[in-house]
């Protein structure tokens, strides 16, 4: 079976053309903006200052003893440490929740692209139970995901630590960072291919079929590994496709005076701007997918909206 890659593509394109600007309306663009917010919510991340400011480092080891500095330091301010880590769970729990928002999100969106309509009630009481599963293995993938670079990162602070009143060369410091880079890499590109499946294909799959995501993770598996280097290829049309949308992002960007990075910042506005983006992405996963058999295909609603008419929540 020959799989194609730039058909789908084509038909995604073609499928977003024709519901986003054929006619324009701006009623459905802002109702589906909506929904395609709230299922990226979480998936982009803003940037992070994580620099720290030093007025000095004398040497490595002032560097690796910071993490047990500011143990000691906690333990002698227990009021501080309260407030650390009451915000440490406020932040948690709102995270959660997010994660939480955007399950139910990305089947409101999906379900809009398929139906060829803009909804927000129907789907969001319809695909509770689906988001729910849903959410439930975000989170478990997300915290094991947690749990492994923070075990990697304490492994890498402990041998650093431990071999630096020993046999700390600048060759062994060398290895221990290169070795630790190497092992976080293969994680990201892990998680990153493993979050891909589940986006494009586990829930595709669960909408589908109506089934938990457990199961569609079961039945995804056994067309994945008769098909690995598909699907392979297509985390490298993806990849490629996205930084193709980046570059035009940023070449844009520039030519409005950074008007348009500043709109992009705002929470839903910029969901709005990148709709067709991520219209096209959405649609792309469906045709994609339905290339396998009608286990996996997914029946896209074809007819066209009578000019003007748009299905509001």
């Known amino acids: 079976m020959a799989i194609e890659y730039i058909t789908p593509l084509s038909r995604a394109w073609q499928r977003m053309l024709s519901v986003l600007f054929r006619p324009f309306d701006l009623g459905l663009w802002l109702t589906l903006?909506?929904?395609?917010f709230l299922s990226e919510l979480l998936n982009s991340y803003g940037g992070f200052d994580?620099?720290?400011k030093q007025d000095r480092v004398g040497d490595l080891e002032e560097v690796l003893r910071l993490p047990l500095e500011a143990r000691d330091w906690l333990l002698e301010h227990p009021t501080w440490s309260k407030l650390i880590v009451i915000a440490v769970l406020m932040a948690l729990a709102l995270i959660i929740f997010l994660l939480w928002l955007s399950s139910r999100g990305k089947f409101?969106?999906?379900?809009n692209v398929v139906q060829r309509r803009a909804l927000i009630r129907q789907p969001w009481q319809e695909f509770r139970e689906l988001a729910w599963s849903l959410w439930q293995w975000r989170l478990a993938i997300g915290l094991a995901i947690v749990a492994l670079v923070g075990m990697l990162l304490y492994q890498a602070w402990q041998e650093l630590y431990h071999h630096y009143a020993v046999d700390m060369s600048v060759w062994t410091v060398l290895a221990i960072v290169l070795k630790t880079i190497v092992l976080l890499?293969?994680?990201a590109l892990i998680a990153a291919y493993v979050l891909l499946l589940q986006d494009h294909f586990i829930i595709p799959i669960m909408y589908k079929h109506r089934c938990p995501a457990g199961e569609a993770w079961r039945r995804f598996l056994t067309l994945h590994?008769?098909?690995l280097g598909s699907f392979i290829l297509y985390g490298l049309f993806v990849l490629l496709l996205q930084v193709v949308v980046l570059a035009v992002v940023v070449f844009?960007?520039?030519m409005t005076c950074c008007l348009g990075f500043i709109l992009l910042l705002i929470p839903y506005i910029g969901s709005v701007i990148l709709l067709p983006i991520t219209y096209a992405f959405r649609?792309?996963?469906v045709e994609f997918l339905a290339q396998f058999g009608a286990e996996f295909a997914i029946e896209l609603v074809e007819l066209p909206r009578p000019s003007g008419q748009v299905a509001h929540p």
């Open 50 to 52: 994580n620099k720290i």
């Open 108 to 111: 409101m969106f999906l379900d």
């Open 283 to 285: 649609a792309l996963s």
């Open 33 to 36: 903006g909506f929904t395609a």
């Open 252 to 254: 844009v960007g520039l």
């Open 185 to 187: 890499a293969s994680l």
């Open 225 to 227: 590994w008769d098909h």
